[in-house]
Nanobody, 127 residues
Framework: QVQLVEFGGGSVQAGDSLRLTCTGSGITFSMYVMGWFRQAPGKEREFVATIDRSGGRTVYADSVKGRFTISRDNAKNTVSLQMNSLKPEDTAVYYC????????????????????WGQGTQVTVSS
């Protein structure tokens, strides 16, 4: 049974930092592209960041570029999202997701590309 579990969310002030971590089980973690998405109330789920299987290639949404950093540890089956300089508009439920990939250096930015999803963790940023 595939399971992705996120933790690390919470309520912070604008300008603060948070680190989200997602642990995967039931999959060969190193064979999957990993991504982070978020969904704010009344809005569609949107792409935040993705990282290739090797951990060497990353892509970010323009809205978080320079503030967020995605990383992974295949030995520990974890993917993390370091979020700095948080803004109120970053408030959302954050989801990690896994997409099977044959290419070591490929990334995926579309939610439809991801087969497995976590349950989400709430991030609330107040001004």
């Amino acid at each position: 049974q595939v399971q992705l579990v996120e933790f690390g969310g919470g309520s912070v002030q604008a300008g603060d930092s948070l680190r989200l971590t997602c642990t995967g089980s039931g999959i060969t973690f190193s064979m999957y592209v990993m991504g982070w998405f978020r969904q704010a109330p009344g809005k569609e789920r949107e792409f935040v960041a993705t990282i290739d299987r090797s951990g060497g290639r990353t892509v970010y949404a323009d809205s978080v570029k320079g503030r967020f950093t995605i990383s992974r540890d295949n030995a520990k089956n974890t993917v993390s999202l370091q979020m700095n300089s948080l803004k109120p508009e970053d408030t959302a439920v954050y989801y990690c997701a896994a997409a099977a990939a044959t290419s070591l250096f490929g990334v995926k930015t579309g939610a439809h590309d991801y087969a497995y999803w976590g349950q989400g963790t709430q991030v609330t940023v107040s001004s």
